[in-house]
């Protein structure tokens, strides 16, 4: 019988440590893991106990690439158990933190880690020495998102500006004006970055996915909106756990997410909130996309180097707005008083949908905590691309085809520090 | 042109909550007010494109990481010249993201953008747990890599 497989043991340019091994029967592939070997890291645990303030600083220690969100999700979740609105100037300088972090990392993706498999090259040093305008333009852009957390945030890593009801600084209008130069010149390589990925080939391949993603009357999703999917879900964050569950399998130390009543796997981060939210998008960012090749919907996650890239357009661009718009608000935070209750809070991660939920003492200690990152939500759709796409790649020599299994991986820049709450690769084909 | 970019930099890579990860750092704030005014020094968490946005305009960079060789014992100091050949493999594994230090030094020379004179200092690290202090072995190699870098430049700068 003809048996094959195709085995990573520790997947290189993904965050975080994991592997996957995909099995081939006669030419048919019949099992596909991802596994997740990084410790479990029991920060839900580490929060009961501590007061409900400390929540933004605590989970922002979750993710170094992503911390914004965790500490986005945190507020809004605290926010919500405390009854407190934060709106105006301050929810306009949340957005743009996050305007930040999503240039941060979509740009580190998209330029380090993803395009060097679409070019042919091992990594992005190989890629630098043929394509090093391409590298530096990357590098520059990726500045202008640290930047911007770097101002907003207090730092470029775990910023510490951040807390429940606002901020511990906010910024003079004045001060915004640097960083406003500097945007304009991220949007034009934001622009350039578009139309350079929109140039790569892309495997022809498509999926029925389950998207799912937050959606908000006016705006392209960051903090706020209704949870929405492509099958008609409209929930509020607080449903979330009656239409999500997450179980354990053995091979992994990040539990996987499902959608409750056999609903089976979805799929958070841009192509799902792209396809969610094209309306949302600026007319300009639209065309943008649109000359890239890209439809309203897209469902080849092969693509999706092209819709971070757009979503990057969109986070320079809103950004700009949002410094032209700024006005000083009358205070850094609004005030919060501690009582017992529960709090729910979804934000768009850079890798999709970001969920907490805390329940508070009467004064404000966490008694339980609950975190769903975004790749643990797509560990189950990862693992179905495998199933279904690498049977098509067959044909390639083991070496391509072990590349093509993890670029499919890399579609979904999978964070396994966050989920673990990385990767190998264990193909057998006989 | 006048330029006022640092021409030698010091650069302390670690995380300062991951015990003696945090090596790199504490090394580069022993040398605050040690060394001539026209040596910047500088604290990163060693993530690659800040790194590489340090290296601008620079002639000499010097870089204190902590490593993990596994060879050696806890607070031994090596000393490599990266000026011209990359770092060792395998031995800078500590961060926890995909692009480090030696993919940071290694993009920087396919740019172009390498210090043509860059030096790394890497002190062997023995615990990394969370919100632990520097070992008494790391603790103890700060001052030896302080000295030792407070003469190399001294050497080399002035």
Redesign the interface.
């Known amino acids: 019988m003809a048996r094959k497989t195709i085995k990573v043991n520790y997947l290189?340019?993904?965050?975080?440590e994991g592997a996957f091994k995909v099995v081939v029967r006669d030419g048919v592939v019949t099992s596909a893991e991802l596994s997740i070997f990084e410790p479990p890291r029991f920060f839900e645990a580490f929060l009961r106990g501590r007061a409900f303030s400390e929540a933004p600083d605590i989970t922002a220690r979750i993710c170094?690439?992503c911390p914004v969100a965790y500490q986005m999700s945190a507020v809004h979740a605290m926010e919500n158990a405390l009854g407190v609105t934060v709106d105006g100037p301050l929810r306009a300088l949340r957005r743009l933190l996050y305007c930040g972090e999503w240039i941060e990392s979509h740009t580190?993706h998209v330029y380090?880690?993803h395009a060097p498999d679409f070019l042919g090259y091992e990594?992005?040093?190989?890629m630098?020495?043929d394509h090093?305008d391409a590298?530096?333009r990357g590098?520059g852009l990726?500045?202008a998102g640290?930047d911007i957390v770097n101002f907003v945030g207090g730092r470029?890593?775990h910023p510490i500006n951040v807390r429940v009801g606002g901020f511990y600084r906010v910024p003079r209008r004045r001060e915004l004006a640097p960083l406003a130069e500097t945007l304009e010149r991220a949007r034009e390589a934001a622009l350039e970055t578009v139309r350079w990925v929109g140039g790569f080939e892309f495997p022809d391949r498509e999926r029925d996915y389950t998207y799912v993603a937050l959606r908000h009357p006016d705006e392209y999703p960051f903090n706020e909106g209704h949870i929405v999917s492509s099958r008609g879900l409209n929930i509020t964050a607080s449903d979330y756990d009656r239409h999500f569950e997450e179980i354990h399998v053995e091979r992994s130390t990040a539990l996987q997410s499902r959608m409750r009543d056999g609903g089976g796997s979805y799929l958070v981060g841009p192509l799902a909130r792209y396809n969610l939210n094209f309306d949302r998008l600026s007319p300009s960012v639209q065309d943008a996309a649109r000359a890239a090749g890209l439809g309203a919907t897209c469902a080849n996650p092969y693509q999706s180097i092209v819709v971070r890239a757009v979503e990057v357009l969109h986070a320079c661009e809103e950004a700009l707005r949002i410094i032209a718009a700024y006005e000083e608000p009358d205070s850094q935070a609004v005030p919060v008083e501690p009582r017992a209750g529960v709090g729910y809070g979804a934000t768009e991660a850079p890798r999709g949908l970001l969920y907490h939920r805390y329940r508070l003492e009467a004064d404000g200690t966490i008694a339980e905590a609950r975190i769903v990152p975004p790749t643990s939500q797509n560990q189950a759709s990862i693992e179905e691309d495998l199933a279904s796409y690498v049977g098509g790649f067959l044909d390639l020599p083991d070496e391509a085809l072990r590349n093509r299994c993890e670029q499919t991986v890399r579609n979904y820049d999978p964070c396994i520090?966050c989920a673990t709450h990385f990767l190998r690769l264990d193909m057998d084909r006989g | 042109m006048t330029d006022d970019r640092p021409r030698c930099i010091v650069i302390g890579i670690g995380n300062p909550d991951r015990g003696d990860d945090g090596v790199g750092r504490a090394v580069a704030r022993s040398l605050q007010g040690r060394l001539p005014p026209k040596v910047a020094i500088v604290e990163q968490?060693g993530?690659?494109?800040?790194l590489?946005?340090c290296f601008d305009g620079v002639r000499t960079a010097y870089l204190i990481d902590a490593c993990a060789s596994a060879a050696a014992r806890p607070g031994s100091v090596q000393r490599f010249d990266v000026s011209g050949t990359p770092l060792p493999q395998g031995a800078f594994t500590l961060s926890?993201?995909?692009?480090g230090l030696a993919?940071a030094i290694?993009?920087a020379r396919?740019?172009?953008q390498l210090p043509p004179r860059c030096i790394v200092y890497a002190v062997e690290a023995g615990t990394v747990e969370p919100g632990a202090p520097l070992s008494p072995p790391v603790a103890a190699a700060v001052e030896t890599v302080g000295a030792r870098l407070c003469a190399e430049i001294e050497r080399t700068v002035v």
């Open positions: 290189a340019r993904v965050e975080g170094g690439i580190l380090m880690l990594g992005a040093i190989d630098a020495r090093g590298v530096r590098l990726k500045k640290n470029e890593i520090s | 968490d993530e690659a494109t800040s590489m946005a926890t993201h995909g692009l993919e290694e993009l396919a740019l172009g």
